[in-house]
């Protein structure tokens, strides 16, 4: 085990050791690397410790591609639904680790947000698809015939509703029992979070668009803003009736699926 030492508020500590507990008796083991995404890692961390990713399913396996537990925040339990700022190269943040074979990175957009809890291990060389675009933290440094072992597992196909993403479960369930840390006296607090909208998401806005608000009336979108102060995404729209009026709102609101009469809906809905 190689226990290389980082600077931690100005003294050395090893980095912390991270171990995947299956419910099969296997584990995983991760050395991780503050000092390359340092909320990133802990944001990990953080949640191990609450005993978020106890009794997890691994819900995606992609041979030669990646293991990704969850790439739903883990059906958007609220204590592991946040995003953070994306601390990779092509958001501006100096991350030097590659995503080469058997790396630990967080998954995101690819160009400004991470999530704070979609964790995924490489398991093919990825790097013409994801370096610089999501933030590596960690490396595998044992468990290999664990991941081999995952990686040939029979899956099936279930939807995704993220353009372009195959998602492969395992078709008999693979549980991870619980993640556990070692971070030698070392404190990792709750991360730092942030708010946005997921690139893929501003990308299906039909700018001239018309859509319908849940409660009935249809409104044409002008265009994409930001906040002044605080750099949010807002959506300027304008109804198409009355005084046709014009509309500015918070995008993740716009897009947001809300509850009513007991369903699930879309607060609005592109309809031509």
């Known amino acids: 085990m190689n226990l290389k030492p980082y600077t931690n508020q100005n003294q050395l ?71 953070i700022n994306g601390e990779f190269r092509a958001n501006g943040f100096d991350n ?13 957009d690819g160009e400004a947000l991470a999530s704070g809890s979609c964790f995924f291990i490489t398991v093919g060389d990825c790097e013409d698809r994801l370096d610089g675009k999501y933030a590596g933290f960690g490396k595998v440094i044992e468990g290999f015939d664990v991941i081999d072992r995952l990686i040939g597992v029979e899956t099936v196909e279930v939807p995704a509703d993220i353009p372009g993403v195959v998602i492969n479960e395992p078709k008999n369930p693979e549980i991870m029992e619980r993640i556990t840390v070692e971070t030698y006296g070392v404190k990792f607090g709750e991360p730092v979070k942030t708010t946005g909208v997921w690139a893929y998401e501003k990308k299906q806005i039909e700018i001239g668009g018309t859509y319908r608000h849940y409660k009935g009336n249809e409104y044409k979108v002008l265009s994409l803003a930001k906040h002044s102060e605080t750099l949010e995404d807002m959506i300027v729209y304008q109804a198409c009736y009355g005084n046709q009026e014009t509309w500015v709102r918070p995008l993740a609101m716009f897009i947001e699926t809300i509850e009513v009469e007991g369903k699930r809906v879309k607060r609005f809905e592109l309809i031509k």
Not at 51 to 62: F, K, L, M, S
Not at 98 to 108: D, F, P
């Open 96 to 108: 030097a680790l590659t995503l080469s074979k058997y790396t630990v990175a967080m998954g995101g």
């Open 13 to 83: 500590a090893p980095h912390p050791i991270a171990t995947i507990h299956l419910a099969s008796s296997e584990q995983i083991k991760i050395e991780i690397y503050p000092e390359q995404a340092p909320n990133t890692a802990s944001s990990f961390i953080w949640l191990a410790e609450q005993g978020a990713y106890d009794n997890q399913a691994i819900r995606r396996i992609v041979p030669d591609f990646v293991i990704q537990p969850s790439y739903t925040s883990f059906d958007n339990d609220p204590v592991c639904d946040f995003v």
